[in-house]
Each structure stands twice: as C-alpha cells, then as structure tokens.
C-alpha cells in the first residue's frame, strides 16, 4: 500500500510542476520584438483573417509607430499572440513580427469582432479604445489630392486604388508626354477624376514671353478637349512659378492657377512612409496635396494613403470640387493653396 501511495504522489508532483512550469510560458519562438526581423516564422498561436480592407501592420502596437504595411479583405496572415497588449494582434509580416488593430481581424474559430465603427462590445475580442478615426457623416471634411507630371503607367496604379475605395482626384499632366498615353488620359477623364495643366513642356513660365505661355496653355487645353471632351480649369504652374504675365494667360484662357499647401516631395523621398505621412499626420479639411505621378513608390503610397484618408473620416475630391464650393466659385487668374476660405 505504501509503495503504491509513493508512486501516486511523485506522479502528482510531476503533474503539478509540469503544469507551474508549463503554463504562462511564452511558447518556443514567440515574437520577435518589432523591429527585429529575424526571418524565421515563430510559432504561431493563430490564423487570421482581414475583416478590413486596407488595415494597417505597425511595428509596434501603436497608429505612431512605424507603418510596416497594410492587408487586403480577406487575407491571411499568422498570429503570434492574439490580443496582446489589449486590442491589438502581434502578427508575422514579411518577415518580421508586427501589430494589428484586433478589430481588423477575425481569428480563425472565433466570433468576428465588431466593426471598428460599430464600438458596441462583443466577446471575446473587443478593442480596448474607442477608434477615432470613424467618418462623421454630418461635417465630411475634404481632400484634394493632385498628381503632377504624368500620365505613366504609375497613373493606373493610382487610379485603381480610387476606384476601389471611392475617391477622385486631379492629374496634371505635361502635354508632351501626352504623346502615345491618351489612353490612360480617357481614363482619367472616363473615371471622373479632373485633368489639369501642368503645361506643354514643363518650362519655367517666369521665364517665357506671354505668347509662349499662352502657346503653352492652348497647346495642353486644345488636346485634353480633343482627347476627352473636357475643358482645363486650372493651371499647375511648374515649380509653383507663376507671375503677372502667367495670370494673365491664364484669364484668357479661362483658367485659374492651383499651387499647394502640402508638398509631399515624393518626387525626392521616393519612399512610400515618407510619402505617408507626409499626408496623413497632419492633413486638414481643404488642403491640396502635391504629389507625382511620374513615380512607382507614390502609387505605392496611394495604396496606404488613400485607404487611409477615407478612414479618417476625408472624402477625396477633385480641385474644382474644392475650390467650386468656396464662395466666390473659381476665379479665373487667381492662386489657389487650399479650398479654405
Ligand atoms: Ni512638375
């Protein structure tokens, strides 16, 4: 009897310590700290799936930190620990371990969490803050997004990601890239986005006699009207240079002139996070964007920007939509930075 009660108490001492040492771990391979990418998947705890197209993967659980990328509805995507630190997922992405809104995925054999515009509680996965960047549908605050120096191929790119979330915007295009491109030029107009002038040649117009920026105006003005029917507005002046002789071309020819007030200086940075925040940190109701659509990584951007803009709450609106809403209309000659007042 004796022995048998021994062996019955060293198995439950076993089970005990197992279960002390075991439990609470951090399984073999947890996660990576952000910002380490170690290349190797660790273990994951789950499979995800997006619930919320465009959603975005930061380095750490925090909208301040390093944006790493975003994912498409329906994707799936390895999670490391679910809901740690409350609200957020550490999941594995390209490589590196990286956060996620819980409220932008749906965990594999669990209930769907609410929608981040819904904040009415669920169990078992509920973010722990009240998102902030949910529309208001009373005051839609509003965004003009320009791209200079196109079309490219970068143009198709961008004009996909409107489509797919619901925005225009105004392509200012130099004429004598027209050339064999007015296909993606019909499209621009087909699609409802507005066509400005960024000038034939992309001269310095303070520099040029009045003819020559009148030529240079009618030159863009007459193709776009043959090409697709629509009627140039506004003139982007290039390097923003535009003196007495310019304006007055442009009264004559029936056009307004369109500067910015946010320079992204994609056309430096190349970088898509530059780029990103250069927009998104700080943009405000009425601002007109500068950005190119000469260049790849800027349609990368867009594909972050643009979802993210419509998040917080922006509708994305052509210059005309824009300045047309101010309350003396669009002024022929006169200087625009931004649709404020
Ligand atoms: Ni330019």
């Not at 003139?235 to 923003?240: F, V």
């Not at 594909?303 to 003396?328: M, Q, Y």
Request: charged share 25%; hydrophobic share 35%.
């Amino acid at each position: 009897m004796s022995v048998r009660w021994k062996r019955i108490f060293v198995v439950v001492c076993c089970v005990i310590f197992t279960l002390l040492c075991g439990c609470g771990r951090e399984p073999e391979g947890s996660p990576t700290p952000a910002g380490e990418p170690t290349g190797t998947p660790p273990a994951a705890e789950a499979l995800g799936i997006c619930i919320s197209d465009g959603a975005h993967i930061y380095s750490e659980p925090a909208k301040e930190s390093a944006l790493l990328g975003a994912m498409r509805l329906n994707e799936e995507i390895q999670v490391l620990k679910k809901n740690e630190p409350s609200g957020w997922h550490c999941v594995w992405f390209h490589e590196q371990a990286g956060y996620i809104r819980a409220s932008a995925l749906q965990i594999k054999g669990e209930a769907t969490p609410s929608p981040s515009i819904t904040p009415t509680p669920t169990v078992p996965v509920q973010p722990s803050e009240t998102p902030q960047s949910a529309p208001t549908a009373a005051v839609k605050k509003r965004i003009a997004l320009t791209f200079d120096d196109g079309p490219s191929q970068s143009t198709l790119r961008i004009l996909e990601v409107l489509k797919q979330y619901g925005g225009k915007a105004t392509f200012c295009v130099v004429g004598s890239r027209l050339g064999s491109r007015t296909d993606i030029l019909k499209k621009v107009a087909e699609e409802g986005h507005e066509i400005a002038s960024h000038t034939w040649s992309h001269k310095d117009l303070n520099k040029l006699s009045e003819e020559e920026v009148l030529e240079e105006l009618k030159s863009v003005n007459q193709l776009v009207y043959e090409t697709t029917g629509k009627t140039v507005a506004f003139l982007r002046p290039p390097y923003g240079n535009a003196n007495e002789i310019v304006k007055q071309a442009a009264i004559r020819e029936n056009m307004a002139i369109v500067r910015w007030c946010v320079d992204t200086r994609d056309w430096k940075t190349k970088d898509p996070e530059a780029t990103y925040k250069a927009i998104v940190e700080e943009a405000k109701d009425g601002d007109i964007v500068l950005c190119h659509d000469l260049y790849s990584a800027t349609a990368n951007a867009m594909e972050l920007v643009i979802p993210k803009l419509i998040e917080d709450g922006f509708e994305l609106v052509t210059v005309s939509e824009l300045i047309g809403s101010l309350p003396n209309g669009i002024e022929a000659g006169k200087s625009y930075r931004s649709g404020r007042a």
